[in-house]
């Protein structure tokens, strides 16, 4: 059960956009459409923001999008706002009920 | 709406014993799983524990197996977690999380509860 890797943190510019990756394994990201990725703000709970890879729960912007190839997830923000800066979380279903999570990604936007 | 509450967090010695809860409501809380999930101070979040919607069926991290027992009342739509041997680096923030079903997806979080492990 080894963390997913994301980078350590991203920056951008307001109205730029982000990249984030999430790379996990053939037992994780690799096996089953499931990455889910999360937003937390400082002393926050996490939000969901993309489940099923690429599904927007209700009420989330389409500025934020996700998607997957092989053993590697990403979540894009487009058009960065004040509000987006962050820590980012990756998730993936790994069988069984379990989880795992990645490593975190803090969002600066400069 | 879900909501999800937690209680019983607190500062406990290394070696205690802690007892967390969950109370859940807005949901059919019997047709769900739900998880345990963690946070370390100015950590990542690291999955603990589930539980079927039966409660029938448990999973643990190996950080925490054999220290935790994860059970469930679903006359009540409550959540235990009942926590063993714990140890420094059990502090952290224990969030209690909705399943989308049988797996796949934490969809609803609760706000949290702070266990402190330290002498």
């Known amino acids: 059960q080894s963390a997913l890797t994301q980078p350590r943190s991203v920056s951008g510019s307001p109205g730029q956009s982000v990249t984030i990756s999430c790379t996990g394994t053939?037992?994780?990201?690799?096996?089953?459409?499931?990455v889910s990725w999360y937003q937390q703000h400082p002393g926050k709970a996490p939000k969901l923001m993309i489940y099923?890879?690429?599904k927007w729960p209700s009420g989330v912007p389409d500025r934020f999008s996700g998607s997957k190839s092989g053993n590697t997830a990403s979540l894009t923000i487009s058009g960065l706002q004040a509000d987006d800066e962050a820590d980012y979380y990756c998730?993936?279903?790994?069988?069984?009920?379990?989880?795992?999570f990645g490593t975190g990604t803090k969002v600066t936007v400069l | 709406e879900v909501q999800l509450l937690e209680s019983g967090g607190g500062l406990v010695q290394p070696g205690g014993s802690l007892r967390l809860s969950c109370a859940a409501s807005?949901?059919?809380?019997?047709?769900?799983?739900l998880s345990w999930v963690r946070q370390a101070p100015g950590k990542g979040l690291e999955w603990v524990s589930a539980?079927?919607?039966?409660?029938?069926?448990?999973y643990y991290a190996d950080s925490v197996k054999g220290r935790f027992t994860f059970s469930r009342d679903n006359s009540k739509n409550t959540l235990d977690l009942q926590m063993n041997s714990l140890r420094a680096e059990d502090t952290a923030v224990y969030y209690c999380?909705?399943?989308?079903?049988?797996?796949?997806?934490?969809?609803?979080w609760g706000q949290g509860i702070l266990v402190t492990v330290s002498s």
């Open positions: 998730c993936s279903y790994a069988g069984s009920y379990t989880y795992v």
């Open positions: 807005g949901f059919t809380f019997k047709n769900y799983a």
């Open positions: 099923d890879v690429t």
């Open positions: 999380v909705k399943d989308r079903g049988s797996g796949s997806l934490l969809d609803y």
């Open positions: 053939s037992s994780d990201v690799g096996a089953y459409n499931y």
């Open positions: 539980i079927s919607a039966t409660g029938g069926t448990t």
